[in-house]
């Protein structure tokens, strides 16, 4: 899996907040299950990935594309997205989401966690993790 220009071998838990899963992957067979949890900026839990069905408070405006190997979620009033594809058999995520008022941004170039003057992390290959990124806020 890629997440932010970083790669991750047979680790699980993909990024962790204040001992929280934000992104994790579970596989059943070959086949991957992704979980990404959704917070807002103000901390408030507004949707899920939950091994790979989209449970969501169907009240806030979401924009969702999907064509094969390719899935995009956005909620733009919120400043959120999630853009998840399939490239040469690698699932690929980048986005923008918050956890504790802290926003993570995840493109192909980096993961930024607290915007520019927080922390970045780039080009990086973790292999066989129990968590990959754990991070905290306070």
Request: glycine share 6%; charged share 20%; net charge negative.
């Amino acid at each position: 899996m890629n997440v932010g220009s970083n790669t991750y071998v047979r680790t699980a838990r993909i990024l962790e907040v204040d001992d929280f899963d934000l992104i994790s992957l579970d596989t059943a067979g070959n086949f991957p299950l992704l979980n990404i949890n959704f917070f807002d900026r103000f901390n408030n839990w507004i949707a899920v990935v939950h091994e790979n069905f989209w449970v969501v408070d169907t009240s806030m405006v979401w924009d969702v594309e999907y064509r094969p190997r390719h899935l995009i979620i956005r909620n733009i009033p919120r400043q959120i997205s999630l853009d998840v594809h399939i490239k040469n058999d690698e699932i690929v995520i980048n986005g923008k989401m918050y956890f504790n008022g802290v926003p993570i941004e995840m493109t192909d170039d980096e993961t930024l966690f607290g915007g520019r003057r927080g922390g970045a992390l780039s080009h990086c290959k973790i292999t066989d993790c129990g968590v990959a990124l754990s991070l905290h806020t306070r």
